[in-house]
């Protein structure tokens, strides 16, 4: 089969909501054609693919402990327990093969290509994000230092992408989620977000009419966001 082939074949896979198939495709492309890693349409292919086979997984994890929390001390309780232990292995399992796969991606992508390597460094901080909402003791501690450490990394070269780059603003976005929602620090999401936002505010005179609606999209998203735990922060200090 040849690569375009592939290619052709997870957009199909993508119209019928095959994801996982989706993701096979573009696994495969990704190994089959080196130069693939810096193209923004098979990185945009192969992060859609793996966000909704993780994201199906995410939201059956939520649900399932949400019911566990409901059945304490019932009859049903261990065969809920067992099965979310199912879930989550199947989650870690998908976390884990994205993570091996970006480590190969982010060798291969060259230096000079700064929206790849923070396009994949964001994508490395997301999976291990994922796996720190699932993990317990010493493991989520090791899964959170390298989310930081990835996203991190991602922020330093992100410096050499305009503030309203979509990409840049997409990192800003889940990393500030990452300290609210993971490390449970609203006032440095806050920080983080509000400098992403105000930065792009600052220079929106020179968005990129291409990048127009994906730019303004995740602005509005980093606003929300503040909104929300802006209020949240004053509502606990009102509690205090």
Same mark, same amino acid.
């Given at each position: 089969?040849?690569? +375009?082939?592939? /290619?052709?074949?997870?957009?199909? %896979?993508?119209?019928?909501?095959?994801?996982?198939?989706?993701?096979?495709?573009?696994?495969?492309?990704?190994?089959?054609?080196? *130069?693939?890693? %810096?193209?923004?349409?098979?990185?945009?292919?192969?992060?859609?693919?793996?966000?909704?086979?993780?994201?199906? !997984?995410?939201?059956?994890?939520?649900?399932?402990?949400?019911?566990?929390?409901? =059945? @304490?001390? +019932?009859?049903?309780?261990?065969?809920?327990?067992?099965?979310?232990?199912?879930?989550?292995?199947?989650?870690? #399992?998908?976390? &884990?093969?994205?993570? &091996?796969?970006?480590?190969? /991606?982010? @060798?291969?992508?060259?230096?000079? #290509?700064?929206?790849?390597?923070?396009?994949?460094? !964001?994508? !490395?901080?997301?999976?291990? +994000?994922?796996?720190?909402?699932?993990?317990k003791d010493t493991e989520r501690d090791e899964v959170l230092e390298k989310s930081s450490a990835a996203y991190e990394s991602a922020k *330093?070269?992100?410096?050499?992408?305009?503030? *309203? =780059?979509?990409?840049?603003?997409?990192?800003?976005? #889940?990393?500030?989620?990452?300290?609210?929602?993971?490390?449970?620090?609203?006032? @440095?999401?806050?920080?983080?977000?509000?400098?992403?936002?105000d930065d792009a505010i600052a220079e929106l005179d020179k968005l990129q009419e291409d990048s127009y609606k994906d730019s303004t999209l995740i602005m509005q998203l980093l606003r929300d966001n503040l909104t929300l735990w802006t209020s949240d922060t004053d509502h606990?200090?009102?509690? #205090?």
């Amino acid at each position: 089969m040849s690569d +375009r082939e592939f /290619i052709k074949l997870a957009k199909i %896979a993508e119209q019928a909501e095959r994801y996982e198939d989706m993701s096979d495709y573009m696994m495969q492309y990704m190994n089959l054609k080196e *130069t693939s890693v %810096a193209d923004p349409e098979s990185r945009n292919l192969l992060s859609v693919a793996f966000k909704n086979v993780v994201g199906a !997984k995410r939201s059956s994890w939520r649900i399932l402990s949400a019911l566990k929390d409901q =059945h @304490k001390g +019932r009859e049903s309780e261990p065969v809920l327990n067992d099965y979310t232990e199912k879930v989550v292995a199947e989650l870690k #399992n998908v976390c &884990n093969t994205v993570l &091996n796969l970006l480590e190969d /991606i982010i @060798k291969k992508v060259p230096s000079e #290509n700064t929206d790849a390597l923070v396009f994949y460094q !964001k994508m !490395k901080g997301d999976y291990y +994000r994922y796996l720190a909402e699932v993990a317990k003791d010493t493991e989520r501690d090791e899964v959170l230092e390298k989310s930081s450490a990835a996203y991190e990394s991602a922020k *330093t070269e992100s410096s050499k992408l305009p503030p *309203t =780059h979509p990409i840049r603003l997409g990192l800003a976005l #889940n990393f500030s989620v990452f300290y609210y929602e993971i490390k449970n620090e609203p006032q @440095k999401a806050c920080e983080l977000a509000k400098e992403a936002f105000d930065d792009a505010i600052a220079e929106l005179d020179k968005l990129q009419e291409d990048s127009y609606k994906d730019s303004t999209l995740i602005m509005q998203l980093l606003r929300d966001n503040l909104t929300l735990w802006t209020s949240d922060t004053d509502h606990d200090d009102d509690n #205090n």
